[in-house]
Structures are given as C-alpha cells and as structure tokens.
C-alpha cells in the first residue's frame, strides 16, 4: 500500500494537571502533538503506511518530538533539523460552561524558519497516494506557506490525492498576510476539503445561513450544504466536501456529527452525544484520519467513510493528548451502535 504523507508543525503541549488553571499551575504535563502530526498518528494506528514531514531544532526537544512519532509507527525518514527551538502551546483545559484555552509560543520554531526548497517534494512523494496538511502551517509564516505551495503543486504534478483541514487558527497570522490572501492559492490544488463554517467564512467570506453556533444544542446537517456548494464552486478541483458539525450545550458536553457532498448528494452522519468530554483538542485532527482511512479503505462507499470519521472522532474526544488512539475495532463497534463502554475482558 502506499503511503499518505502530512506536513505541518509538531509541538509540545503543557497542560496545567486536574483541570487547573494556568494561575492554580505548579507543574504542567507533557504531550507531543499538532494538527498534521495528529492525523498521521491516526492513520498509522489504522496500519496506513505514513510519513510525517516537518522541521524541528537539533536538540533533545527535538528529539523527543520525533521518538513520539517513531513510537507511534509514523515514518520520520524526511524530517528536517533546523531552527532554535520545537514550538510550544499551553492549554488550559476547559469544564462545563467555562471554555478551554491555548497560548502558543511557537515564534523561531524550526517550521517557522522553513523555506521553499527545504524538502525535497518529489523524493518524498515518490511512493505517495495521498498528501494533507492543514490551514494551520500557511499560517504560522511565509517560509511555511510557501514550502506548503511547493508540496501541494508536486503533488498535483504527481498524481497524488491532496487533502486540507482548513483549521482557522486567529492567534497565528501574524507575519502580515491575511488568510483570504494565501488560503485561496493553496487550497485551489486540493482534492478534499474540510472545514467547518468558521474555517470558511475566515479563509473565504463563505458561511450557512441562519446558523449560529454559540447557540448550538443542536446543529442542522443541511444548513451547512450551502457552506459545502460554494467551497466546490469556488474551488472547482475539489471532488469532495466536508465539514464537522459540533454543537457545544458546554465544554463538558458536545454533539459531534458530519457531512459530506460530493457534489451531487449530501451525506450525513449520525449524531453523538459526547456528555463527558475528556479532551477536545485533536477532535478535528481524529476526524480527518478518520476520513482519510475510510476514503481509502471504502472507496465506493462516502457514507461508510464519512460514518468511520465521526465515530472515530468522537472516540477520541474519550482519549487524553492530542492524537487519537482508538483502534479501527472500537471504531467500527461504535459505528454499529455499541457504545455501552463496557468493560473487555
């Protein structure tokens, strides 16, 4: 089988223990992760063939980082060294109706210093089907989006199906471009496009109608197909549009579902009930390895593939840390309707 390959950005993660905040914080715990490292993590735990590039500083941060990818079997074969440090994001996590939230320090971090010509695109690409990254790499600089450009224009040039999460992320463009005015080249040369109504309406002015997510018990699945027809109108290589449903009754209690159009029909996926989050962050990253799993091993079959996202998603939002553990079992027990939580033994 050949391999999907995910660039963008590891971090450390440091989280106050216990639901502190970060004033109550005397020691912080350690995870590794980011968005694109997310999704090849997810998918390597599915048995998926992955490579993950990034950049990360010569030290023993850096290393760190990359014995967390290796143990996770996720290829690290074209990482590059480079850079002052491995970014840093600090997360307070949320409970009930009080919010999480994260502070990045991520300035002069090895992605942040990449350049165009870095990597090597057609080496790595060479045993390539599949090559995602995310609306988070464009943004943390301008060497990062345009090594991002280089990646997505190889890969069209070599056959190989790309694949973007939009993830607007507001605290990180900073460089001096707005997303309106990068997002559009790059996500012209994507195959697959996931993003929910903010993602769209930050990158592109497109969003639902009568649909205002501060306020969500409830989502309508339909609302959002307006979202899904201008992104194919706008970006006419897409081939298939996605976006998560969340709808936030509080921190604590979420209902997560998704749709898929492609193009001709709108699939929807059935609605869960997540009453005791665990950990949201990565919930969109579980999604898309879900997706990306699903669209590979089910072909023929959007719905089974979109149904395999949101189920593996909501597993996650159980599984403490950024990636997602779940196996490909307990994925489809929960797609079947089991989600007793009963114990195996």
Request: proline residues 3%.
């Amino acid at each position: 089988m050949k391999k999907v390959v995910t660039f963008g950005e590891i971090m450390l993660r440091l989280t106050p223990p216990a639901m502190q905040r970060f004033s109550q914080a005397n020691s912080f715990d350690v995870v590794y992760g980011g968005g694109e490292s997310n999704v090849a993590v997810s998918l390597a735990n599915y048995g998926i063939p992955t490579e993950f590039v990034s950049r990360i500083p010569a030290n023993d941060l850096g290393e760190c980082a990359l014995m967390e990818m290796r143990k996770r079997n996720v290829g690290t074969q074209h990482m590059l060294r480079g850079g002052e440090r491995l970014g840093i994001y600090f997360l307070e996590m949320g409970a009930v109706s009080r919010g999480s939230k994260v502070v990045y320090d991520r300035a002069h971090s090895g992605m942040a210093s990449i350049e165009k010509g870095m990597v090597d695109w057609e080496a790595v690409f060479a045993d390539a089907q599949w090559f995602h990254w995310t609306g988070i790499t464009p943004a943390i600089s301008q060497g990062a989006a345009d090594a991002c450009l280089e990646a997505i224009q190889t890969a069209n040039r070599m056959g190989v199906t790309v694949s973007t999460d939009l993830n607007y992320r507001k605290n990180l463009w900073k460089y001096g471009k707005e997303p309106e005015e990068v997002m559009p080249e790059l996500v012209a040369g994507c195959d697959i496009i996931l993003g929910n109504e903010e993602d769209a309406e930050k990158h592109f002015g497109i969003h639902p109608k009568g649909v205002d997510v501060t306020q969500g018990h409830s989502v309508d699945a339909k609302a959002y197909l307006s979202v899904l027809q201008q992104l194919m109108e706008r970006f006419p290589r897409c081939k298939k549009a996605i976006t998560t449903l969340r709808g936030s009754i509080s921190a604590s209690h979420n209902t997560w579902s998704g749709v898929l159009y492609d193009g001709k029909t709108l699939f929807e996926a059935p609605t869960y009930q997540i009453t005791h989050i665990v950990d949201r962050v990565g919930g969109g990253d579980s999604f898309m390895g879900g997706l990306v799993y699903g669209l590979i091993a089910y072909p023929d079959d959007d719905q089974k593939a979109l149904d395999f996202a949101v189920a593996a998603s909501c597993l996650k939002h159980t599984i403490y840390g950024d990636a997602n553990l779940a196996t490909i079992s307990e994925v489809t027990q929960l797609m079947g309707g089991d989600a007793s939580g009963r114990v195996s033994r």
